[in-house]
């Protein structure tokens, strides 16, 4: 996970340090002051480096004690960062102030580095965020209603309610976090749904997480049943094992939602009734970019014998997929995924995941077609600011308007 970003952390450590040890230790004549000054700049960052290059040097995506990565981040968040910032705000600062003295050629009178009050106040700013976005902010929970109407919906499933949730990441639920993902289940059973569907990522790495959380996860229920498909994280690829290793725990994975009650639908379909009409669940494997995240979706066997005219919603996690292969490949009306996270922060309404995906979170239309991104329940970091967990009420509404 950190290998990405490896360089940028040791460069972000090493130039600021750099900048301020020069600044604020070699420009302080009181030796004891500089040996101080010296200690609280320099441990810090030796640590985290040794921290970074141990990360690195370590096979698996993550390590198998989520603790440890988390602490790690937030120690990345709480202190390199800042320390990048602010240093950078000062460099700035005295370069702006040393052009004004030049300009204006007052010798005696030296500028006001501005930098360093921007720099405190970003500081300050990114220090909320950090402590905010680990507490408060992953605790929240938010129920978002929306409505789909289509004039291909049976009469019978006018007022259809599904729920959808996804990317709950039950490995990040550790036992101080374990009551938030009952309180999600709480919520979830609360809307009294027709139908429950989850679109994947229910683990970080691999399946050993999912077992204590089993009770919680098998409390799930609605009147036709919970369904779900797989994530990315649900392929065990973030692990460093044989392939024999990684199948067994798909495998199990799997084996796992079934026994939670839940109907796992990997390039297959169920057909839901009322009276004498239906319609079609239908789940596809994980169709990302066959690079950084398995393509297994398959349109066709996914909805094999599904008639044309049939109300389909379709479950994939990844939302790239739906342009790709579920637009023009079937006739599907509504597509549920999730995958995305909106990246755990928002700011006035802007994530930085829309510079990634066209469809990140909320209900996009593509004609009378609409697709639902869920920002997610959780998260491998245990992380959010501006986006709280979520829970979506589609209520499905039957449309005079022809198609």
Known sequence: MITKIFIPILLAIILSDTWLFRRYVISKADKKVRKVRCVLLLLPSLLMIVATVALVMSKDFAPRDFSLMNTYLFLLATIVVPKAIYALCTFLGHITSRTIRTVTKRTHHKPR????????????????????????????VKVRHVEYRSALLPASFDGYRIVHFSDAHVGTYDALRQHLLQQFAD?????????????????NREPQEI????????????????????????????????????????????????????????????????????????????????????????????????D????????????????????????????????????????????????????????????????????????????????????????????????
Request: proline share 3%; with cysteine.
């Open 113 to 140: 580095n501005y930098g360093r009050i921007v720099g405190f106040i970003l500081v300050a700013a990114i220090w909320y965020v950090a402590v905010y976005g680990c507490t408060t902010g992953f605790s929240q």
């Open 308 to 403: 044309s005219k049939a109300f389909v919603v379709m479950l994939q996690h990844d939302p790239t997929a739906w342009r790709r292969k579920i637009l023009p490949q079937s006739n599907a009306q509504l597509t549920l995924s999730g995958h995305t996270h909106a990246m755990q922060f928002s700011i006035f309404g802007w994530s930085p995941v829309q510079l990634i995906y066209r469809e990140w979170g909320g209900m996009f239309y593509e004609g009378s077609r609409a697709i639902n991104v869920s920002t997610g329940m959780g998260g491998f970091i245990p992380f959010r600011f501006g986006v709280p967990g979520e829970i979506v009420v589609i209520t499905l509404r039957k449309s005079n308007k022809k198609i």
């Open 187 to 203: 919520s979830i059973n609360a809307q009294r749904a027709d139908a429950i569907v989850f679109t994947g990522d229910l683990q």
């Open 211 to 306: 077992y204590p959380h089993l009770k919680t996860l098998s409390s799930l229920k609605a009147v036709d049943g919970v369904y779900s498909v797989l994530g990315n994280h649900d392929y065990s690829n973030y692990i460093n094992a044989d392939p024999s290793t990684r199948l067994a725990n798909e495998r199990e994975t799997m084996s796992l939602e079934k026994q939670m009650g839940w109907r796992l639908l990997v390039n297959e379909h169920h057909s839901v009734c009322r009276a004498n009409d239906s319609i079609v669940i239908a789940g596809m494997a994980n169709d990302g970019d066959g690079v950084h995240f398995p393509q297994n979706g398959n349109v066709s066997a996914t909805l094999k014998g599904v």
